[in-house]
Structure formats: structure tokens, C-alpha cells
């Protein structure tokens, strides 16, 4: 079919559906004429002489030079997720912490400042209070879904906004649109996390953001095996930034990972779309529960930014559901260890649903009252919820709300 040709031979595949980019975008056939996507473990490579030696490495010539920031398998992937966020550019990393801090090498300097929401994930808030802090860089934190406090807190030395929609865990959200706006009439860049809802609800990128941020750790591999993140732009010179900043500070990803990744990409639509329902089924559940005081997930008619959720996440919900029990830290943490079925690990985007107590792990590093400004309680509970049998869960959790004090 010319049309698959064309997306494995890299050409332009905005004309393609989500599901044939997830499935054939970025893989550049060798003359081996293999179907898959090969790996191609090797930390460098060889040139036919000096000459085109000094030329790959002064860029005066395209073509693979070091693994550390070229390879043909993470150019896969980053091509690949680079087609699905309706992207120009994308550089692949080694983590999704990576992929922020590269971020911030490329684009910010000693005095420039950026505006973040309080509701982001924990060590993001650490990375720009305990790190870039100690460069010159100064940060803001405001409520993700109040605009007048990002449009307040943007100074002059602003360079950055900064969040997470929907946050982890409270699953709020933020009208990326709107923001998208308010940043480009301040001469601002707005960068958007999309860990949460992947490209396959949410592509920021066309709602107006100048940057997309990933944990490929999560919902892209969707299995729990390997640690990675990229960032995605429409912007050829942001890209030279990023580019750069990855080149020399050596954030990379492993070959191995990108294609356990590429290998993620072709399942996320199907995957994202059993997340969601299975989600939306035990949020239902949950909201009927006596134990259970408030449930946090956007596909429920009484979270506060439903109607915006059905605008901006294609009428897709997510994967993750939060609620809150009595008891503070010692009830929730009850009604975790007499869970079952659910692992109690921190990880998020698996198919094997997880458990966790954000104030004690994901949130851990941030002060009481940095949490408390969050929202993080001691009796938070964050499920995510995978692709066993709804019923199980169902059960498994009663189990932990059942347990008597």
C-alpha cells in the first residue's frame, strides 16, 4: 500500500489516522527488508573516511554520529510520537524527569522565570525548587484551573508556563486553549505534561501549546518495563535547543528502550480506550460507596471540570481515579494493605492496576505544607486502574475499605 510506504520511509503522515501512525510512522526500512522495527544496538558508527567523519559531526552532513544523540531506533520512536502529537520535532530521553530538565537546560537561564501549577507531580515541583533554583532560576506556583492567577504571576523574566492536565493525582484540569492564549500574549511558551492522556486523548500541541512533555515510563510502554521520556515541538528552533542541551548534558535513551516503546505505540489506542472504561466503571463504584468521602476523575458528572474534559480529552476520561477515605494517613493506608489484586507500587499506566499513597510517595519530598497547598491529603488514595476484570477490582478494594480500624 503506497500509504504505509510512505509513513515507513518517514515521509509526512499528517494525512493518516492516530491508529496507522501509532503503527507505522518512523520505521525506515533497511535494505535487509525486515517487517519490524530493527534495534540497533551500537554506541557508535563508522564513517567511510575523515572527511565525512568531520562533516557528521560539525552537522554540515545528516547522518548518525554517537547513540547519545543519534540512533536509528530512537529516531524511530521519537518520529513516531513526533506523527501522534501532531509534532514537527521530538527528542527522546531518558526518563521523563529527563525530558523536564532537558527542557529547562535548553530554554531557561540565570534570571529567567516560570510559572508552574501547584498540582504538578512531586519531584517536578523538587527539579525547579531544589535545582534550577540553585542556577537563577526562579519559580511561581498558582491553581491550575485559575487563569487570572497564571496571568498575575507572569513578570517580565517569565519564560515558561508550565503544568500538568489532567494533575496527578487530583485529576484536575486546565483549558490548554485558553492558557495557550495567555501565554503567547505575554511572549510566553506554554509546556504542556501529557502522561496522563497521551496523544490518543489530548494532543496539546494543536490546542496551542509550544511544548509537550512525556514519561514514556507510563501509559506509552503501558507495561511497567523500561524508563524513558521525550519532548515533543512544533518549533525547528526550540528543537536545535533541545537538541543541543541533550547532545551535551547526555540524557539519552537506550536503543532497547526506544523499541520496547515503538512496540507500546502500536497498542496505546487500544489500550487508552480499556483504561478509560475500565476507570470510569470503578469511579462509578467508588462514588457509592459509604467509606469513600470524594472521588476524583473527570468522567464523573460532579468533578468540576467535566464539561471541559469532554471538550478537550475527546470524550476519554483517563486511566487514573483518586478518592479520599476517613482516617487520614493511617485509613488509607489500611485500606491499601488489604488490597490483594492491586500492586502497591508508585508506577502509573500499566496494564496491572497499582495502588499508592501519594502523601508518603509520589509527594513525599514536598513539604506539609507544599502538599497541603497541593491538595494532597493524608487520606488520598490514587488508583490506576489497568485491564483486569472490573469485578476483581471491584472486590479487591472492598476488601480495603471493609477492613475494620
Not at 51 to 57: G, I, N, Q, S, Y
Not at 60 to 70: C, E, K, L
Not at 115 to 123: C, I, P, T
Not at 158 to 165: Q, W
Amino acid at each position: 500500500m503506497t500509504g504505509s510506504n510512505k509513513l515507513e520511509n518517514g515521509q509526512q503522515t499528517s494525512q493518516f489516522g492516530l491508529e496507522t501512525q501509532a503503527i507505522r510512522a518512523g520505521h525506515q526500512r533497511t535494505g535487509e527488508g525486515e517487517h519490524g522495527e530493527p534495534i540497533f544496538t551500537t554506541s557508535s558508527f563508522v564513517f567511510e573516511n575523515a572527511k565525512e567523519a568531520a562533516a557528521r559531526f560539525s552537522g554540515d552532513q545528516p547522518g548518525n554520529v554517537y547513540s547519545r544523540f543519534t540512533n536509528p531506533t530512537v529516531r524511530a520512536f521519537e518520529q513516531r510520537l513526533c506523527a501522534m502529537e501532531s509534532g514537527d520535532y521530538a527528542v527522546a530521553t531518558a526518563s521523563g524527569m529527563a525530558a523536564l530538565l532537558t527542557t529547562g537546560l535548553a530554554l531557561l537561564k540565570s534570571g529567567d522565570h516560570v510559572v508552574l501549577s501547584r498540582s504538578l507531580f512531586g519531584s517536578t515541583i523538587s527539579l525547579f525548587t531544589g535545582i534550577f533554583s540553585r542556577f537563577g532560576v526562579k519559580a511561581s506556583f498558582v491553581e491550575l484551573n485559575d487563569i487570572d492567577s497564571w496571568a498575575e504571576s507572569i513578570t517580565s523574566h517569565t519564560r515558561l508556563l508550565i503544568l500538568e492536565t489532567p494533575s496527578n493525582p487530583l485529576l484536575e484540569l486546565a483549558d490548554i486553549s485558553q492558557l495557550a492564549e495567555l501565554a503567547h500574549s505575554k511572549g510566553v511558551l506554554l509546556v504542556v505534561d501529557n502522561v496522563l492522556c497521551t496523544p490518543v486523548l489530548q494532543r496539546p500541541l494543536e490546542l496551542g501549546a509550544d511544548i509537550v512533555i512525556h514519561s514514556a515510563t507510563k501509559y506509552l510502554d503501558g507495561q511497567g518495563r523500561c524508563i524513558g521520556g521525550a519532548v515533543v515541538t512544533r518549533s525547528e528552533e526550540h528543537y536545535k535547543d533541545l537538541f543541543n542541551a541533550l547532545r551535551t548534558g547526555g540524557a539519552a535513551m537506550s536503543p532497547f528502550n526506544a523499541w520496547v516503546f515503538l512496540k507500546g505505540l502500536e497498542t496505546l489506542t487500544l489500550r487508552m480506550r480499556a483504561h478509560c472504561k475500565n476507570a470510569f466503571d470503578i469511579a462509578t463504584w467508588l462514588e457509592t460507596r459509604p467509606e469513600v468521602s470524594r472521588v476524583y476523575y473527570p468522567g464523573l458528572a460532579s468533578h468540576p471540570n467535566h464539561q471541559l474534559a469532554v471538550r478537550q480529552q475527546n470524550d476519554l476520561f483517563g486511566g487514573m481515579v483518586s478518592f479520599e477515605v476517613a482516617g487520614g494517613r493511617e485509613g488509607a493506608w489500611r485500606v491499601i494493605d488489604n488490597t490483594q489484586l492491586l500492586s502497591i507500587t508508585a508506577n502509573l499506566g500499566d496494564t496491572r492496576s497499582t495502588i499508592t499513597h501519594p502523601a508518603t510517595t509520589t509527594h513525599a519530598r514536598l513539604s506539609e505544607d507544599e502538599r497541603a497547598a497541593a491538595g494532597i491529603t493524608e487520606g488520598l488514595i490514587r488508583v490506576s486502574v489497568g485491564h483486569e476484570d472490573v469485578d476483581d477490582l471491584c472486590t479487591d478494594l472492598l476488601r480495603g475499605l471493609s477492613t475494620p480500624s
